[in-house]
Each structure stands twice: as structure tokens, then as C-alpha cells.
């Protein structure tokens, strides 16, 4: 990595500058097989999210009244005009699968911008103010943490009321310490730098310094913890969906569709295991990345 | 060294002042007029309204309230559950000892396999052992808990029938709780077949809970292994022809074992919060299901109370793993944190 910045002295930095790096993060990616395959399978499931209109070949809440829990496909008893089987009420499980990923993945968007966006202005925050303003950011993100997450999300929708909205903006209040802590810290070393000195020297003012000049320097372990928190977030949303307190039926959502079909997993596997293999393979493509992502990001780990 | 004592209980005050807060907001933050919630009434005439807001302390200003609560909280008076009408700390400790069993049995279940799976993994760097092992902690890693649960269930309950259901010991076994330990007090008990089922009802939980931290611990385990296991006084050890067995058993993991202590400390929140959906699904008379239970009951004087001791307890662990790390690691011990 050193080489090839100190081969290409004076040529047009910049462009290829980023370039390189780019290219560098995706032959560091590309190494982890693992994280390509789940980069592969999280595409899949976000061309399914987008196009589950077309896909699907039913709507999600279409019940058919003389089809109640008919078997999968190449299960004795099952019929091709239900490929997955059907749920207690005759709703089709595939079409519901399908649309399912779109709450998922529209679960961990939401969860991951509004924790990214307010952990990191709170984290810069603190990290730039220091002295009283950050001791006392910093012991409010203790008292959050000193909560398990699922309870504290929970105790929060039981405020808000239970619905998707409300258990998203609870995930994302019971995720953003993370954020505010790894950005103070990432800008507690960096502010201590030359380039940072000579930016302030140079005049510029301390929200261009705290967004511009610093913020980029400290993205790598931001990037990681957001592909992480984006799993947490839809375990946890399917979590809550499960307890009856995330989103509510009839909404095709994952976890709610557990929750629904607990009563029927001695007399019909199909209905409970389905959609927790879509929550099990959804959250591992996204774990697989993170990892990748951590690994390509991480110099520290690129050594060994 | 004393001063990074002095300097982690400095942090913990204000801390345990803020959940205190958190938790007495709690209730006031409900939407709707706290006294109907707590009252539990319909139709009240303004009298009856009046009176019940005194009764409950509502009508006196806020900051006042608060340092009844707070001062209740060192007199152990978390006020009473809206549904059983005993005191929130009572009902807590009956029903903590269930928790705390399961949790034990699973943090130990997981460091057991957490931990030998990666040392393997290290050892065996690039096999496809080590890629197949770290590839199953992953997909433990990845695992809806809850549904986790469920399978199981399916697989050895309704398919094998090998284990019960749900509950903590067939109800034909009835004895006083001594430690509130099922397995302990089973055995105390002497009665045939007690133990044996009080065991059979603790497996299932017992994975479902482990499962995450097991994997969480396998891989902290490998990659601080292997972090050691490249260092010059490892090689010094083989190098003086010490069996591998001891290198990596003595001189390796003895200090790998540093980071993963803290990974396993962490692992308390996680432990709790998993407590929370493996109790609902096995009916665990624990605390996590008591929470959900209060939660949907709208018993909100048990919400709060379980909310604090839950924090507190997580608190506590978090500082005893900071202290123990303090003791383990010279540099923090050295350079005073």
C-alpha cells in the first residue's frame, strides 16, 4: 500500500488517488470469499425487495379460504399454485416471503442513517467540545448501554405504542452510543494531528473542521459498525415483530410472521421455519460483509 | 492502580444517577394520564381522580417525587406490581435465581465450546476445519434467537420427544427452593427423577441462550489466539522444543484469554437481552419473561423497578470486568488507566 502511493509521486494524485483506493478496498474485499458471496446474495435480496411487485405471484394478504395450510411444493399434498405453502388463513407464503425482505431491509436503512447520522454529529460533538459538554454526552450513552438493547427497545415501544415506525426509531436510539463512541474516539486522535492544526491555523471554521477535515479520516470503523448495526437492526425489528411489539399483523413482516405461526410449528414446520430462514440468511450476507468490510478497512487487521 | 479504581467508580455515579433518572422518567413518559394506567379504573369522577393522584404522589412536583423514588430505591422500595400487589423487588429476587441459573449454564456452555473451537480454529489456520468452524460461528452469530428456539422445539420436542416443552421441572416434583437453583435444589430434594427432569427442561434454553455468545467467543477466541501465537515468546517456547500442546495450552492461551475475558464480560447485556426472547418461547419463569409479561400487562411499577435492577446488574458485572482486567493486564495496572 506504501508502494504504490511512494511509486506515483507528482502524477495527478487525486483522481486516481481515489481510484486506487478503491480499487485497493476491492481487492482487499475480493480476497474474502465469504464477503463476496454475501455482497452477491444481499444484491439478490435487494432486487427482490425492489421488484417483489413483479415477483411475487400473489399479493401479500390475498387469503385463500380453501387452501389453509397446504404443504410446500414437494411435500405430499402440496400444489404448485402455492410453491412454499400457505399459511394459517391461506395467504401465500412465498408471496409473503418476498415481500417480507422489503420491511427488513427498509428496517435496517431507516435504523442505520438515523443512528449513523445522530451518533456521528453527537460523537464529533463531544469528541471536538470536550471537557464538561463531552463527560456529559459520554454518561448519557453509559446509561443507554447499561440496558440490554432488546429491553431498552422494547420498554420504549411499549411508550411509543407498538408498530414498525415506532420499534425503528427505538432500535436506532438503543444503537446510536455505539456510533457517537467510535466517532469520539476516532476524533480524539485525530484532532491531536498536524493537518488538523494546520487546517485550524489556516482559519477554517470548527463545523467545516469537525465535518470536512476530520469526519472523513475516522469513516473506516464507522462503515464496519454501520454493516453491523444493520443486522442487529433487523434481528432485532424481527425481535420485536416476534414479542408482538414491532410491526403488526397482517404485515408480512418476518419476525411477526414467526409470532403468528408459533401455534402451528408442532402441525406445520413450513410456516415457522421459513421465515426465519429468510431472517438467518438476510443477517449472515450482511454479517459476511461486515467482515469483508472490516478486513479490506482495517490496516490494523490487514497486517497479520 | 488505585487511582484507576477510584477513577472506574467515579464514572459508575453518575451513571447509576442517570438510570435512576432514566427509569423514573419512564412512567411520566408514558402516553395518557398515569393514573388511569396505574389505577386501572374507568369512568372515574373527578373526586376519585383527585384522590387517586394523591395517593400515588402524582400531584406533588416532579423533583419531589424523584427523591421519594430515589430514596426508596437504598430502602429497597421499588413501590408495588399492579397486577400481584407485591413489592417490585420481591417479585424480582423469587424470580432472578430461574434467570440467573439459565444464564450461568449458558455463558459456561458457550465458553466451552467458544473457547476450544477457536483455539482450534487457530491452530488449524486456513483448513477447511478452521473455515468451517468459523463459518458455523457465524451462521450462530446470524441467528434469530427466537426462531433458533423454535426449531428446536420442533426437532427435539415434537419430532424426538426427547425434551419438554417448556417450564423449568415437571410439575409431579414439588420441593422448597433452597438456593432457587432447579438443578441444585432437585438434587437436595432426593427425590427420584427430580434432577434428570429439572435437567432435561434446562437444555433447550440452555442452547438457544448460548448460542450467540458461543459464537461471539469462538471468534474472539481464534483471532486473539492467533495474534499470540505469532508473538517471539511463543516461538522462544517451540523453539526450546516444548510439545505444542503446552505452548499453545499454557504459554498461547493464557494470554489470549485476556480480551476474550472482556468479550465474555460484554457477553451479560447480550445474555439478558436474549433472556428476554428464549424465556418467552420455553415459558422460563424468569425475569426476562416476567419484563415482557409486565410490559403487555401494563404492570408499569415492575417495568420501571426491572428496568433499574436489570441496568444495575449490568453495571455491576461491566465494573467487576473492568476491575478483573485491571488485575490481569499489567499495563492498565501500571500506567493507572
Redesign the interface.
Known amino acids: 500500500m506504501t508502494d504504490t502511493v511512494a511509486a506515483a509521486p507528482e502524477i495527478d494524485t487525486r483522481k486516481t488517488g481515489r481510484l486506487a483506493l478503491l480499487s485497493e478496498f476491492w481487492a482487499y474485499f475480493s480476497e474474502n470469499r465469504g464477503a463476496v458471496i454475501g455482497l452477491w446474495f444481499f444484491a439478490f435480496i435487494c432486487l427482490i425487495a425492489i421488484f417483489a411487485g413483479l415477483i411475487a405471484p400473489y399479493s401479500a394478504t390475498e387469503q385463500f379460504r380453501d387452501a389453509l395450510l397446504v404443504p410446500p411444493v414437494w411435500q405430499e399434498g402440496g400444489s404448485w399454485n402455492f410453491v412454499l405453502g400457505t399459511d394459517p388463513v391461506g395467504r401465500d407464503m412465498l408471496s409473503r416471503l418476498i415481500y417480507g425482505s422489503r420491511y427488513s431491509l427498509f428496517v435496517g436503512i431507516i435504523v442505520v442513517s438515523l443512528a449513523l447520522v445522530v451518533g456521528i454529529t453527537v460523537g464529533l460533538f463531544a469528541g471536538f467540545m470536550g471537557g464538561m459538554i463531552d463527560a456529559i454526552i459520554m454518561r448519557i450513552m453509559d446509561i443507554i448501554l447499561s440496558f440490554p438493547s432488546l429491553l431498552l427497545a422494547l420498554a420504549l415501544v411499549a411508550i411509543l405504542g407498538p408498530s414498525l415506525i415506532n420499534a425503528m426509531i427505538a432500535i436506532a436510539i438503543v444503537q446510536q452510543p455505539h456510533y457517537v463512541r467510535l466517532t469520539r474516539a476516532a476524533v480524539l486522535t485525530e484532532r491531536s494531528k498536524d493537518y488538523v492544526t494546520a487546517a485550524r491555523v489556516a482559519g477554517v471554521r470548527p463545523i467545516r473542521l469537525m465535518f470536512h477535515t476530520i469526519l472523513p479520516n475516522c469513516l473506516a470503523p464507522l462503515i464496519v459498525q454501520a454493516a453491523l448495526s444493520f443486522s442487529t437492526a433487523i434481528l432485532d425489528a424481527a425481535a420485536l415483530g416476534f414479542l408482538g411489539m414491532g410491526a403488526q399483523p397482517p404485515t408480512p413482516e418476518w419476525g411477526t410472521m414467526l409470532a403468528e405461526a408459533r401455534e402451528f410449528i408442532l402441525r406445520a414446520w413450513w410456516v415457522v421455519t421459513l421465515p426465519g430462514i429468510a431472517i438467518l440468511l438476510t443477517v449472515l450476507a450482511i454479517n459476511l460483509m461486515g467482515d469483508g468490510l472490516r478486513d479490506a478497512l482495517d490496516p490494523k487487521l490487514r497486517r497479520s | 492502580m488505585l487511582f484507576y479504581y477510584f477513577k472506574r467508580f467515579g464514572?459508575l455515579i453518575?451513571?447509576f444517577l442517570?438510570?435512576t433518572v432514566?427509569s423514573f422518567a419512564?412512567i411520566r413518559?408514558?402516553?395518557g394520564d398515569p393514573v388511569l394506567l396505574m389505577a386501572g379504573e374507568r369512568g372515574l369522577t373527578p373526586e376519585r381522580h383527585a384522590e387517586l393522584l394523591k395517593q400515588f404522589g402524582f400531584d406533588r412536583p416532579l423533583w419531589e417525587q424523584y427523591l421519594d423514588y430515589f430514596l426508596g430505591i437504598f430502602q429497597g422500595d421499588l413501590g408495588n406490581s399492579l397486577v400481584t400487589k407485591k413489592p417490585v423487588l420481591d417479585e424480582f429476587f423469587t424470580l432472578f435465581p430461574a434467570t440467573l441459573e439459565l444464564s450461568l449454564c449458558a455463558i459456561i456452555f458457550a465458553m466451552a465450546f467458544g473457547i476450544s473451537a477457536g483455539v482450534v480454529a487457530a491452530v488449524k489456520r486456513g483448513t477447511w476445519f478452521d473455515q468451517s468452524l468459523m463459518?458455523t460461528a457465524?451462521?450462530g452469530?446470524?441467528?434469530?434467537i427466537?426462531?433458533?428456539g423454535?426449531?428446536l422445539?420442533?426437532l427435539f420436542s415434537?419430532t424426538l420427544h426427547w425434551t419438554p416443552v417448556s417450564g423449568r421441572i415437571s410439575l409431579i416434583y414439588f420441593f422448597p427452593q433452597v438456593t432457587g437453583f432447579m438443578l441444585i435444589d432437585s438434587l437436595l430434594s432426593g427425590q427420584k427423577g427430580a434432577f434428570s427432569s429439572a435437567l432435561s427442561h434446562l437444555i433447550l434454553p440452555t442452547i438457544v441462550l448460548g448460542t450467540i455468545p458461543l459464537a461471539v467467543i469462538a471468534r474472539q477466541t481464534r483471532s486473539a489466539m492467533?495474534?499470540v501465537l505469532?508473538e517471539d515468546y511463543v516461538r522462544t517456547a517451540r523453539a526450546k522444543g516444548l510439545p505444542p500442546r503446552r505452548v499453545v495450552g499454557l504459554h498461547a492461551l493464557r494470554n489470549a484469554l485476556i480480551p476474550v475475558i472482556t468479550t465474555i464480560g460484554l457477553q451479560v447485556?447480550?445474555l439478558?437481552?436474549?433472556a428476554?426472547?428464549t424465556e418467552?418461547i420455553f415459558s422460563w419463569p424468569g425475569i426476562g419473561k416476567w419484563?415482557?409479561d409486565s410490559?403487555?400487562r401494563r404492570d408499569y411499577p415492575s417495568?420501571q423497578g426491572g428496568?433499574l435492577l436489570?441496568?444495575l446488574i449490568?453495571?455491576i458485572v461491566n465494573l467487576i470486568v473492568d476491575l478483573l482486567y485491571g488485575l490481569v493486564n499489567p499495563k492498565i495496572r501500571h500506567t493507572g488507566g
Do not use: C, D, H, R
Open positions: 464514572v453518575p451513571t442517570g438510570v432514566a419512564f413518559l408514558l402516553p463459518g457465524l451462521i452469530y446470524s441467528m434469530p427466537f426462531w433458533w423454535l426449531l422445539i420442533i415434537g492467533l495474534e505469532g447485556g447480550v439478558l437481552a436474549g428476554i426472547l418467552t419484563m415482557v410490559i403487555f417495568v428496568l436489570i441496568a449490568v453495571m
